[in-house]
């Protein structure tokens, strides 16, 4: 398993996620295994969000039920949650007093003292900075969190946060998959008036992460779009599909492998967060953290998934 330290932080981070949204129905000893087989395959980074599960902390609540974590085993874990989403009403709420009682509900359902990474999740319309700096200056004082980060948040969303809050952002969570690409494949087209492709739907999000040391965490890495189902053996992806079993069958891995690791072979040092509870599936994920695809590979996969290269 590739690791690296996350910039702006000192955690050796893996470039593999375990994401826990869908753990709510399982049994202990199912989210046991999840987690054991990820641990095995060198993943002790979680990824959390209050509103994961079918009520409030449901997904923390039940990781924490199921693992009952000694101190050393919290110690060897690296937790990420994500506050700001409210389905009931207001729908995103960045406000100090959100974020502190949030941050406090999460610590409680996880049983843990500290978070080690904070997320605003889907942006605020009415974000006011200056309230999301307060709350994050009172949780890094306490020790409550160690480090804070964004989702699906653009450049000048981000810039705008900067303005006021004194840590440093590290991570900013995006959709992205081979498919779902238009934040790397809009700069490849980038000039060319006559593809959908060249227009910009991210606002350069990738080469702003990078420049600004903004890890991107890429969720849904098998979606074929926005939620519209995997790619990985779907009829509407033949081309996609025949490239990928041909390289996995060269690096004698898994098709799951593959799609990993055209993101994580992206110079940008990404993460790829899963969101599956099969422990096969990830087992089969994590083998593609260091698959050293050819550019020639790379290429060869993006245009399999209908992307152009000019």
């Not at 999740?121 to 804070?148: C, I, T, W, Y």
């Amino acid at each position: 398993m590739k690791t690296f330290t996350l910039p702006g932080t000192d955690l050796v981070v893996p470039n593999v996620v375990l994401g826990l949204m869908r753990i709510q129905e399982k049994t202990d000893d199912e989210v046991r295994e999840l987690v054991s087989v990820a641990r095995d395959s060198g993943i002790n980074f979680l990824d959390h969000a209050d509103v994961y599960g079918s009520a409030l902390h449901g997904c923390e609540r039940r990781f924490a039920e199921a693992l009952r974590l000694t101190p050393a085993d919290r110690a060897e874990l690296i937790i990420q949650t994500k506050c700001g989403i409210v389905p009931s009403g207001p729908y995103f709420d960045f406000s100090y007093e959100h974020i502190l009682s949030s941050v406090d509900a999460s610590l409680a359902a996880l049983e843990t003292d500290y978070i080690d990474i904070l997320l605003l999740h889907r942006p605020d319309a009415l974000v006011e900075p200056e309230e999301v700096a307060r709350a994050f200056d009172e949780l890094s004082a306490a020790g409550k969190v160690r480090a804070f980060g964004v989702s699906n948040q653009t450049p000048g969303q981000i810039e705008l946060l900067k303005r006021h809050v004194t840590q440093p952002l590290v991570a900013n969570q995006l959709q992205l998959s081979i498919t779902h690409a238009s934040l790397v494949a809009q700069g490849v087209a980038s000039n060319m008036a006559d593809l959908d492709q060249s227009i910009s739907r991210d606002n350069g999000i990738v080469d702003y992460c990078r420049l600004n040391d903004i890890t991107i965490q890429a969720w849904s890495p098998f979606q074929a779009g926005f939620f519209t189902g995997v790619f990985l053996g779907n009829p509407d992806y033949p081309e996609l599909n025949a490239v990928i079993d041909r390289l996995a069958a060269a690096y004698d891995v898994p098709p799951i492998a593959i799609a990993t690791a055209w993101i994580t072979r992206h110079p940008a040092q990404m993460q790829v967060v899963l969101g599956t509870t099969s422990p096969s599936r990830v087992q089969g994920a994590a083998l593609g953290s260091d698959i050293p695809l050819t550019r020639a590979e790379w290429y060869e996969l993006f245009r399999a998934a209908g992307h152009a290269v000019p």
